[in-house]
């Protein structure tokens, strides 16, 4: 993640994106919030499930199988009380990544 700040730094560019198929350390993730650069880990997409996070005793939610394109990427961040957060980028919803870089 140095190695990419300083060559955003020596480019004048404003942001950068490193991109992985094994992970970031948590360390590595904070800097790269620090540092303006976007940490993405990519997988296998296939198949993914989405959960409702908020469920009481009478109206419990199933997860709801939804097919993916074939790759789906994880936009790491931090947020505000300091735990890690993976936005999903599958080109199918939402896309963090123009958020990020619109900051």
């Given at each position: 993640m140095m190695t990419l700040d300083a060559k955003v730094r020596d480019s004048?560019?404003?942001?950068?994106?490193?991109?992985?198929?094994?992970?970031?350390?948590?360390?590595?993730?904070?800097?790269?919030?620090?540092?303006?650069?976007?940490?993405?880990v990519i997988q296998p997409g296939y198949v993914k499930y989405i959960v409702n996070s908020t469920c009481d005793d009478k109206n419990i939610k199933k997860?709801?199988?939804?097919?993916?394109?074939?790759?789906?990427?994880?936009?790491?961040?931090?947020?505000?009380?300091?735990?890690?957060?993976?936005s999903t980028i599958d080109g199918l919803e939402y896309n963090p990544l123009a958020e990020f870089f619109e900051k």
């Open positions: 004048g560019a404003q942001k950068g994106m490193l991109f992985t198929t094994s992970g970031f350390q948590s360390g590595a993730i904070e800097y790269a919030q620090q540092r303006g650069l976007a940490a993405v997860p709801i199988l939804t097919l993916a394109s074939e790759h789906i990427g994880y936009l790491y961040t931090i947020n505000e009380e300091g735990y890690e957060v993976a």
